[in-house]
């Protein structure tokens, strides 16, 4: 039998071995019989072979043609015809193979990275011995080969790891370290070692003993953490008041760790992470004063404003009831006409006095969280009619033509407070009656949103947050003077009038949008305004399906 460049393979029984043999090619040296020697180089689990010294395969196993990528031990010793070109990745690894060889007549364990056949490279672990003949002339290379390729790649990974973990020890913002259940430290990385006011971590495990008593501002607090990781195995969020170590001073920090356990269970160590949040626990004790500070203030507007309401109701109502008096003449009748005018003038201030002190009182109660919801069966449509035509009037004497739905229009109930939405109704109604000049229109109606809601405020609604087509909306549309963009979101804020000019000289406070709002929100529902000036204002008080009756 010849190989590829003519000559004659030798037979392993015909082949000289080393004198001083070493490894597994010397093992199948020493066997007596070719046939067993056969066998075993056949179906040995790892690579051998036989080259020549200049790169050429003289024998490969079935196992080395299966880690190469060939069919078979004869495709291998076909296709290959330089080994150091054609198998070592790195034709400097050839070089360093046989220079090894020249220096020992032996490799032991060299590893190199191979081509396959189909191109894809693998990591193989090498050894190999120098065969001469009797007068010390180099006759062949024998050696074998593995597949190491999967442990290779283990152990970058682990070294990657091992990087990469080391790369965020160093460099990560929160403190990481590693401390012994008695409460002796054991690794810190630089932001726990700058945390605590030293310059190095060796400087740092040096000067600490006992964190417990040492870093704790309360020196229990470490018993407590403990116990937690004993019986939980980890905590997150573990909030404590330290000393910076070095300096001694105080500060705030958060903790998470875990335990690390032995094979037999026993706790080796504690490993976690600190965050200073000094900053965090002042803001919110400086939040938290001021919450209280602020409650103190709104239980003191609270009965200021209930205080004062009953303090000006009492003369108001004496005002409104003497002037009632005057006005209906029961004492007889006043001598001048110019009286009667003062009266009417009295005693319509004196009511508008009164509803901008109920409006307060009733905003101060919003605010406090105090306004309830004495809830009954409601027809809403009902309702704004009786608004409308408590509002006709004054509609009137405007030049303004207020219409809504026939009082006999089939509208479903609503579960809510009557008197509550009365007060919205009037709000609104109201609210586009004032602001709508001479010759203008105010419509109302009530009804599912999709049956009801124009197109331009239906954008509005569904700014506002989610709803259902079925809802029950109330609408209120006006041609009046309308709301610049930049103002629409300001409407709702307590004692803000906005709506173009001279709107200043307007009678009211500014709290009936603001109080409109709390109430329908108060209901589970929402309120929007869709305006634009000059093109008159659109109110839609929408409230959810689940409150209507009867659908």
């Not at 220096?103 to 990275?113: A, Q, T």
């Not at 630089?190 to 495990?205: H, K, W």
């Amino acid at each position: 039998m010849r190989d590829q460049g003519g000559q004659r393979d030798t037979d392993p029984e015909e082949t000289p071995m080393t004198t001083d043999p070493v490894g597994p090619i010397a093992a199948l040296a020493a066997l007596d019989s070719a046939a067993e020697f056969r066998r075993i180089f056949e179906y040995a689990g790892i690579g051998l072979y036989q080259t020549t010294p200049d790169g050429r395969y003289l024998r490969a196993n079935p196992a080395l043609a299966r880690m190469l990528g060939y069919d078979s031990p004869e495709q291998l010793l076909g296709e290959i015809s330089d080994i150091g070109r054609q198998v070592y990745v790195e034709a400097s690894e050839r070089r360093r193979f046989q220079a090894e060889m020249e220096r020992r007549d032996r490799v032991d364990g060299m590893i190199i990275r191979a081509w396959r056949r189909d191109g894809g490279v693998i990591w193989a672990q090498q050894s190999g011995t120098a065969v001469r003949d009797a007068d010390g002339a180099l006759v062949c290379y024998v050696g074998t080969a593995i597949d190491v390729t999967d442990l290779i790649r283990t152990q970058q990974a682990l070294a990657r790891a091992e990087r990469d973990y080391r790369d965020i020890f160093e460099n990560a913002s929160e403190g990481i370290y590693r401390s012994t259940p008695d409460g002796r430290q054991l690794r810190a990385n630089p932001a726990l070692v700058r945390l605590n006011g030293y310059d190095t971590e060796e400087e740092l495990l040096a000067a600490v003993g006992d964190i417990g008593r040492e870093w704790y501002v309360d020196p229990a607090r470490r018993e407590t953490f403990r116990r937690r990781l004993e019986t939980e195995g980890q905590i997150t969020g573990f909030v404590s008041e330290i000393y910076r170590h070095k300096t001694r001073e105080r500060i705030w920090i958060s903790e998470n760790a875990h335990a690390v356990h032995g094979s037999d269970g026993e706790v080796l160590y504690y490993e976690g992470t600190v965050r200073e949040i000094t900053d965090q626990v002042r803001t919110q004790e400086a939040m938290r004063r001021a919450m209280a500070a602020a409650e103190a203030s709104s239980r003191a507007k609270s009965e200021f404003l209930a205080n004062m309401s009953h303090e000006l109701r009492t003369p108001l109502n004496a005002i409104i009831g003497f002037s009632e008096v005057i006005k209906s003449g029961t004492f007889g009748p006043l001598l001048n006409d110019r009286y009667e005018g003062y009266v009417d003038d009295i005693h319509a201030s004196a009511r508008h006095l009164l509803g901008l002190i109920e409006d307060i009182l009733e905003m101060s109660k919003a605010e406090a969280g105090r306004l309830e919801v004495a809830e009954e069966p409601v027809d809403l449509a009902h309702v704004a009619g009786r608004a409308a035509h408590m509002l006709a009037e004054r509609a009137r004497r405007g030049g303004i033509d207020l219409s809504g739905p026939s009082p006999d229009a089939p509208a479903p109930l609503l579960r809510g407070d009557e008197r509550r939405l009365m007060q919205v109704a009037l709000n609104l109604i109201g609210n586009a009656v004032k602001f709508t000049p001479e010759g203008g229109r105010v419509t109302f109606g009530v009804g599912r949103v999709d049956g009801v809601v124009p197109p331009a405020a239906l954008a509005a609604l569904d700014a506002a947050g989610p709803g259902d087509p079925a809802d029950l909306a109330l609408v209120v549309a006006d041609t009046g003077i309308g709301i610049p963009d930049r103002e629409l979101a300001r409407v709702f804020e307590p004692f803000v009038q906005v709506g173009g000019p001279g709107n200043a000289q307007r009678e009211g406070a500014g709290l009936g949008l603001a109080l409109s709002r709390t109430l329908v929100e108060l209901h589970g529902g929402v309120l929007v305004l869709a305006s634009a000036p000059g093109r008159g204002t659109t109110a839609v008080a929408r409230f959810p399906r689940d409150r209507v009756i009867g659908e």
